[in-house]
Antibody, heavy 126, light 110 residues
Framework: QLQLQESGPGLVKPSETLSLTCTVS??????????WGWIRQPPGKGLEWIGS???????YYNPSLKSRVTISVDTSKNQFSLKLSSVTAADTAVYYC??????????????????WGRGTLVTVSS | EIVLTQSPGTLSLSPGERATLSCRAS???????LAWYQQKPGQAPRLLIY???SRATGIPDRFSGSGSGTDFTLTISRLEPEDFAVYYC???????????FGQGTKVEIK
């Protein structure tokens, strides 16, 4: 059964870069049928999509965060990663990784998320 | 950006009762690109419904989704003890690509 697990520092200082990794187990990140995404949820607030990546390296980013976000993939480790630069307290959130279906033959990308990790809390504080 | 408003914020019901959750969009959601998720404390969110009314793999048929345009509903026909959780809607028909999410409705035991 495929599972996603987020990992990374739980505390980041303001102005520094937040770095998280999502490890895919029980299946291959190189599947042609899925994109892999990051979503976050600030305390007491709603969910916000951050960005997504395909195993080939093709990416989509939320325009509201694009200038600060980099998502990369390491197929040899079955992982994908998030870097968010110049963080402030507003970036304090639970960060989730998730996957969403892609129809390789038609090129159609679905934007609902059919499998999620449990999430990891990242606090931005000095 | 489409804003999704979920109501009520909290729904207090007993096992066996019917739950009706609302998700209203600030603009029409194209092609009924609306999904529903369930989240329990400390667990990963779970996809229940996509395309407004299609159940995800393994989801019991007591969960059903309906609606179009700006008004969508998630119905749980008879609440089981494991259904008490927070439910989120997501529209993915318009920018940004990953869509936007509602604030959630908590279904709690009365």
């Amino acid at each position: 059964q495929l599972q996603l697990q987020e990992s990374g520092p739980g505390l980041v200082k303001p102005s520094e870069t937040l770095s998280l990794t999502c490890t895919v187990s029980g299946g291959s990140i190189s599947s042609s049928s899925y994109y892999w995404g990051w979503i976050r949820q600030p305390p007491g607030k709603g969910l916000e999509w951050i960005g997504s990546i395909y195993y080939s390296g093709s990416t989509y980013y939320n325009p509201s965060l694009k200038s600060r976000v980099t998502i990369s993939v390491d197929t040899s480790k079955n992982q994908f990663s998030l870097k968010l630069s110049s963080v402030t307290a507003a970036d304090t959130a639970v960060y989730y990784c998730a996957r969403h279906p892609y129809d390789f033959w038609s090129g159609y990308l679905n934007w609902y998320f059919d499998l999620w990790g449990r999430g990891t809390l990242v606090t931005v504080s000095s | 950006e489409i804003v999704l408003t979920q109501s009520p914020g909290t729904l207090s019901l007993s096992p066996g009762e019917r739950a009706t959750l609302s998700c209203r969009a600030s603009q029409s959601v194209s092609s009924s690109y609306l999904a529903w998720y369930q989240q329990k404390p400390g667990q990963a969110p779970r996809l229940l419904i996509y395309g407004a009314s299609s159940r995800a793999t393994g989801i019991p048929d007591r969960f059903s989704g309906s609606g179009s345009g700006t008004d969508f509903t998630l119905t749980i026909s008879r609440l089981e003890p494991e259904d008490f959780a927070v439910y989120y809607c997501q529209q993915y028909g318009s920018s940004p690509p990953g869509g936007t999410f509602g604030q959630g409705t908590k279904v709690e035991i009365k």
